[in-house]
């Protein structure tokens, strides 16, 4: 993270308490030089970046500390649906002030999660704003050369699996946000707490990696909805898909939500956050991969399969008739 060693500014104050403890990669030399060194030896490097805003990613009020989780997390989903390994990430920060406390917690959750991922900080850059608190991590990993897995690559004939469950973190804002859902889950705190916790802390799929990069086709992270990325997975791949909505697997706290009335299943579809996997296998070795899947400790579930056709993929009721789906997808514009 950019500062002169020479010169003490409030910005490298701030460096050197919160994120040098964090900087324990050797080409990041502690974070006193403008650049870092990344060895690539016989891999390829996956590279990805993205970036959370307060009041459009999380809430204002969130706990620094998932703030800082989910700001890597996300990160680390991409990688894990692209078969790789994460190897480091550098950090930009916006901040309207500096807030001693926030930025303690942050650098904490932020350090712990490095730690718990093998995914070390190397450096970035600290600016201010007079807007909202924007946090932007670019984060790199290591896979076998020319192994990367694309959104492209999918075939008639494969399966579509998913990792985990659908819909949990779109529950989980509305939660927050106070809606119907909140008043639904009023004498339920440990399934509130699991719905809440899904949007401010994803957990992405690293232990699948090496299984999504050995069996799928194709595969990307479900950030902006299922219904919606699935799309996108499909025109990349040029083909289209079947998908039978009774197999999208949702929690029992949504689902119980699902069966009072209180909630619409295109909610879950279509909500984003989910930061699961979503991938296609070929059916010769869906068994294959569902048992790297069991041993890696990841749940997965098919849900329908890659079909011909331009099409956009189509959702399915019990008797096999498409439901229109009024929205896809979250979108930012």
């Not at 994120?19 to 974070?31: C, E, V, Y």
């Not at 700001?71 to 807030?99: E, Y």
């Not at 295109?266 to 069991?294: H, K, R, W």
């Not at 011909?308 to 096999?320: I, K, M, N, V, W």
């Amino acid at each position: 993270m950019s500062g002169s060693p020479d010169v003490p500014s409030g910005e490298d104050s701030l460096i050197a308490r919160y994120f040098k403890p964090l900087a324990t990669d050797p080409g990041a030399f502690g974070l006193v030089d403008d650049a870092a060194i990344i060895p690539a030896g016989a891999d390829d490097l996956v590279v990805n970046t993205d970036a959370i805003v307060e009041g459009v990613h999380y809430l204002p009020d969130d706990p620094p500390d998932t703030i800082a989780r989910k700001a890597l997390r996300v990160n680390l989903s991409d990688l894990a649906a692209k078969g790789a390994i994460p190897a480091g990430f550098l950090l930009t920060l916006a901040l309207r002030q500096k807030d001693e406390a926030w930025l303690a917690a942050f650098a904490r959750g932020l350090g712990e999660d490095a730690t718990a991922f093998g995914c070390p900080l190397v450096g970035g850059d600290t600016v201010s704003t007079p807007g909202p608190v924007m946090i932007s991590v670019t984060a790199w990993g290591r896979v076998p050369r020319g192994r990367m897995v694309h959104r492209f690559g999918a075939r008639p004939g494969d399966r579509v699996m998913v990792t985990g469950s659908i819909g949990d973190a779109a529950v989980g804002l509305r939660i927050l946000q106070g809606r119907a859902e909140a008043g639904a889950l009023q004498g339920d705190a440990a399934a509130r707490d699991m719905l809440v916790g899904r949007y401010r802390v994803p957990q992405p799929r690293i232990p699948l990696a090496i299984a999504v990069r050995d069996y799928a086709t194709a595969s990307m992270d479900v950030s902006d909805g299922l219904a919606g990325d699935l799309t996108k997975l499909c025109a990349a791949s040029s083909v289209s898909a079947d998908i039978t909505l009774s197999h999208v697997p949702i929690s029992s706290a949504a689902g119980k939500l699902v069966a009072a009335g209180s909630l619409e299943l295109e909610t879950l579809i279509s909500g984003g956050d989910d930061y699961e996997i979503l991938c296609t296998v070929p059916a010769a070795q869906c068994d294959s991969f569902c048992a790297a899947a069991n041993v890696a400790g990841i749940a997965v579930t098919e849900i329908g399969a890659i079909v011909e056709g331009s099409h956009a993929p189509r959702f399915l009721d019990g008797q096999g008739r498409p439901i229109s789906l009024k929205r896809l997808s979250y979108s930012h514009f």
